[in-house]
């Protein structure tokens, strides 16, 4: 069985650029979530999808936004990048809910210069 | 919102020695998770535990949920190179769509 996969692994884009990051979650899992890790603020949780309905969102500015398709991929977009925003996005799969085991894909580590 | 502390920080053992990190939650969990990650990797599931007062092994691994269900502890025996990584719990956040992750601690193994 394939893991959850996110591309690209590296991105460097400039301050005001936007960004869109991909996932793809394990064959069957319905539940895909967002989390940003910094050294600072640890592993910060974004949002959650399921089913392509958004159910619960973190505490951070409308910049951040995600949506997920019929095949449960989904992707998460960030505007009007600010240096802040430099960190390892990581998506997570489970079947149903975070309640339950989550499996993480490698990230996507974001510089913004 | 939902809290949760894991302490200590960070922590340098010699191989052998035992290892412990407590997890400690603002708010009651209806169940706990512990991730490892390693140096340069992302988070793997290590257990879920969900009633309270559990114990749950993994060879060195032990794994206990607080009486309350609001702290929880994982304590590593004669601790392994393999070992290093910085070790999260995790817990629903009164939803069962979100998980709160601790601050982590990160072991330092060296021989």
């Known amino acids: 069985k394939a893991g959850v996969t996110q591309t690209p692994r590296y991105l460097i884009k400039t301050r005001g650029q936007q960004v869109t990051l991909s996932c793809s979650p394990i064959s069957g899992h319905r539940s895909v979530s967002w989390y940003q890790q910094t050294p600072g603020q640890g592993l910060q949780f974004l949002f959650e999808y399921f089913s392509e309905t958004q159910r619960n969102k973190g505490n951070f500015p409308g910049r951040f936004s995600g949506r997920q398709f019929s095949n449960s991929r989904s992707e998460m977009n960030v505007s009007t990048l600010e240096l802040g925003d430099s960190a390892l996005y990581l998506c997570?799969?489970?079947?149903?809910?975070?309640?339950?085991?989550?499996?993480f894909g490698p990230g996507t580590r974001l510089t913004v210069l | 919102g939902q809290q949760v502390m894991q302490i200590p920080q960070y922590q340098h053992v010699q191989e052998g020695e035992d290892f412990t990190t407590y997890c400690n939650s603002s708010t009651t969990l209806s169940n706990i998770q512990w991730y490892k990650q390693r140096p340069g990797g992302h988070p793997v599931f290590l257990i879920q535990l969900v009633k309270s007062g559990e114990v749950k092994k993994q060879k060195r691994l032990t794994f206990q949920f607080g009486e309350a269900k609001k702290n929880s502890s994982l304590h590593i025996t004669a601790t392994q190179t393999t070992d290093v990584g910085t070790y999260f719990c995790?817990?629903?956040?009164?939803?069962?769509?979100?998980?709160?992750f601790g601050t982590g601690t990160r072991l330092q193994v060296t021989l």
């Open positions: 995790a817990g629903p956040a009164g939803t069962a769509s979100k998980l709160t």
């Open positions: 997570a799969s489970s079947l149903t809910s975070p309640y339950n085991e989550q499996f």
